[in-house]
């Protein structure tokens, strides 16, 4: 990216005393917000934990290389069509609409699943509001707490793990585990919990509830979602989260 942004500078003085053309800086300008965006892709790539907001950065930023990948593929139709070039120089170009297409259909997915991380996260957030304010009677409809040992730590999550791939010869389907950057942006305190996408009246998940209770693990079983919520039930695992607190906020937590 410094070797774009250093070449802008250099054709740019070269444009103004007149070495080069215009269409030259226009080139280099686009190769240098090229690198940008492939350096956003890249940490967004390798960087696990995104909040929407970032997801949705590198879908424009993905979209961005592909236009720009179609339109020199598209010049150069033209070019191969008024017989100026071969139609095999022109392979590379269409090599490289197929990888940013790729490159594309996957920011594409991985915001979508970022979406849906926020929207269950969301969810339970306010499920677990609403519990605080229900009466006993009323909570149990919207949940099955067991409280356990009371903590949920990660070599009580291995042993779950390992149970039910035994049980079942599959992974368990984890939705999310601690905190992510979806939750922080939602001021929710998720560490030390680990939601699974089992409702609880299937077998997996009454196997799991089962499970938690003999081993003295804590967990919330939610039956429902909340009103407009399609996905909703799951399994949480560990002690209730918590809002954070302003302070806790502050301080950084
Ligand atoms: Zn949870």
Do not use: C
Not at 48 to 76: F, G, H, N, S
Not at 77 to 90: N, Q
Not at 91 to 100: E, F, L, Q
Not at 128 to 134: E, H, K, P
Request: glycine share 6%; proline share 4%; net charge positive.
């Amino acid at each position: 990216m410094l070797r774009a942004r250093m070449k802008v500078d250099r054709v740019r003085l070269m444009v103004g005393n007149g070495t080069l053309p215009k269409m030259k800086l226009d080139e280099a300008e686009a190769d240098l917000a090229d690198a940008m965006d492939e350096a956003l892709l890249t940490r967004a790539l390798y960087g696990k934990d995104l909040t929407v907001e970032q997801a949705a950065e590198t879908v424009a930023a993905a979209k961005r290389r592909l236009d720009r990948r179609k339109k020199i593929a598209d010049e150069q139709k033209k070019l191969v069509d008024m017989g100026v070039i071969a139609k095999t120089e022109m392979t590379a170009s269409v090599d490289d609409v197929g990888r940013a297409q790729k490159e594309y259909d996957w920011a594409v997915t991985r915001t979508e699943l970022v979406r849906q991380i926020e929207a269950m996260a969301a969810n339970e957030a306010e499920l677990m509001r609403q519990l605080s304010t229900l009466s006993p009677m009323e909570s149990r409809k919207i949940a099955e707490y067991y409280p356990g040992k009371g903590s949920f730590s990660p070599a009580d999550l291995h042993r779950v793990e390992v149970a039910f791939a035994g049980r079942f010869g599959k992974p368990l389907p984890i939705s999310a585990n601690g905190e992510s950057a979806v939750h922080r942006s939602l001021g929710f305190d998720h560490r030390g919990r680990v939601d699974v996408a089992l409702t609880p009246d299937q077998p997996e998940g009454v196997w799991l509830r089962h499970f938690l209770t003999a081993n003295h693990l804590p967990f919330f079983a939610f039956r429902r979602a909340i009103a407009h919520q399609a996905t909703g039930a799951h399994i949480h695992m560990g002690p209730p989260s918590t809002r954070y607190v302003a302070s806790a906020m502050n301080s950084g937590g």
